[in-house]
């Protein structure tokens, strides 16, 4: 993760209240992410 700048601070309070909101959709979709990217890598390697 980059390092955040003097404007990032800002963005993030922005984002963070939607990200909690969706929270348990977003997990759901990275934890589907993760298996599909893992299931990939371990066909590749």
């Not at 909690?20 to 990217?37: I, M």
Request: net charge positive; hydrophobic share 30%.
């Amino acid at each position: 993760m980059k390092q955040m700048t003097d404007g990032e601070p800002d963005t993030w309070r922005r984002v963070s209240p939607v990200r909690r909101g969706a929270s348990g959709n977003l997990s759901q979709q990275c934890d589907k992410a993760l298996d599909a990217y893992s299931t990939i890598m371990s066909m590749l390697y």
